[in-house]
């Protein structure tokens, strides 16, 4: 089964589900799959924007409601120290968590729920416009950072987190980025992710 490429020259050709394409249409595929990424208990690369995403699933996400419009990314802080520590926990069925995605020191990316699934990651939640239930309607980015006030966020885990949030505005009209610890009901609730500096992600979405 093949289909065509775009044929824009401006992108690197890629394989994705063992047909080529170039990076832009992988991106269209991406968003006309129900669940273009994910396979239960499989592991794999694809490239998104220049990034090195793999696929770790997690079991713990549902529906999102019907016509929901994605227009949030909530970010967070791992807490735990590793990314093998945070794929264990989002892989187990009995933590009841995940998010869309995780994001390394070194800026390499994990997915492990698809964005038109409803990952589990910011709990009791309410935004500034009073719109609750904030995973309904976000994508969770998860920053492996040990959330102590210390832990520095890397270069490299800034650069791939505006990467990785650029190319979900490709497929979503996201108006807002969170800190966890801004949506999180009751207020103080949530501390992650410490020392978030808003001006990493402000010139990517409108003003308001
Ligand atoms: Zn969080």
Redesign the pocket.
């Known amino acids: 089964m093949t289909r065509t490429c775009c044929g824009n020259s401006a992108y690197v050709c890629l394989r994705f589900d063992g047909r080529t394409f170039d990076s832009h249409c992988a991106l269209k595929l991406a968003n006309e799959l129900e669940t273009p990424l994910d396979e239960k208990g499989e592991s794999r690369m694809d490239h998104q924007g220049g990034l090195r995403i793999q696929h770790y699933e997690s079991p713990n996400y549902d529906e999102r409601p019907a016509g929901t419009v994605v227009d949030t990314v909530?970010i967070?802080?791992t807490v735990l120290n590793t990314i093998r520590e945070v794929i264990e926990h989002f892989s187990s069925p009995q933590t009841k968590v995940s998010s869309h995605y995780t994001i390394d020191r070194d800026g390499s990316v994990i997915s492990h729920v698809s964005e038109y699934k409803r990952a589990w990651?910011?709990g009791l939640s309410k935004m500034e416009d009073g719109r609750t239930n904030v995973n309904d309607f976000s994508i969770g980015v998860?920053l492996v950072n040990r959330n102590d006030g210390s832990d520095p966020y890397p270069e490299h885990q800034i650069q791939a987190m505006r990467h990785l949030v650029k190319a979900i505005i490709v497929r979503h009209p996201i108006r807002y980025i969170v800190p966890?610890y801004a949506c999180?009901e009751p207020p103080g609730r949530?501390s992650?992710?410490i020392g978030f500096d808003d001006s990493w992600v402000r010139d990517l979405v409108p003003p308001h």
């Open positions: 909530v967070h802080a990651h910011a998860e966890h999180a949530k992650d992710p």
